[in-house]
């Protein structure tokens, strides 16, 4: 059994995964006559297949508890898929690089208080994983015909742990 251990969230460490969505260091610049600051372009949204069309859903995640099995990972080979939390509940952020098709070099990021992320098209990850409270998110990903989740689950589970 595998331990994976959990990292700190930074755009450094995530960019082989996606984008990490953050105001710290946006481009930003005042609307509606000064009243509102507009944070730019945050991440790369990806949609790729046929009659593809970007979808805005809430998702309320019920918390996990660490230790954390991981009995599976899955990935989206037709979209991006951003996650911004509406709380400052803690949360995880799991991702793997790919082998060949297959998961490889697990990574777990603990976002910071107002830290989201885009997990880039084709990237392995784990589900939504809210901790201590259950969360709502603001989800931005991919709607449109074609398969759009392909999933893997491990013979043997890693463990993420704090």
Known sequence: MSTIVIEPLSAEAFA???????????????????????????????????????????????????????????????????????????????????????????RAFRPAPGQGVNIAMNTWHGVLTPLQAESDFLVVDRGGDGNNLEEYHFDTPPIVMA
Not at 49 to 59: D, K
Not at 66 to 77: A, M, Q, Y
Not at 82 to 105: H, M
């Open 16 to 106: 082989p995964f996606g984008q990490v969505i953050e105001l710290a260091g946006a481009t930003h610049y005042p609307i509606n006559n000064g009243m509102t600051e507009r944070y730019h372009d945050l991440a790369r949204i990806e949609l790729g297949g046929v009659h593809a069309r970007p979808l805005l859903s809430l998702f309320r995640g019920q918390p996990y508890a660490l230790p954390l099995s991981l009995p599976l990972v899955e990935r989206h080979p037709l979209g991006s898929q951003a996650f911004y939390p509406l709380s400052t509940n803690p949360w995880l952020v799991i991702v793997a690089e790919d082998d060949g098709g297959t998961p490889a070099r697990i």
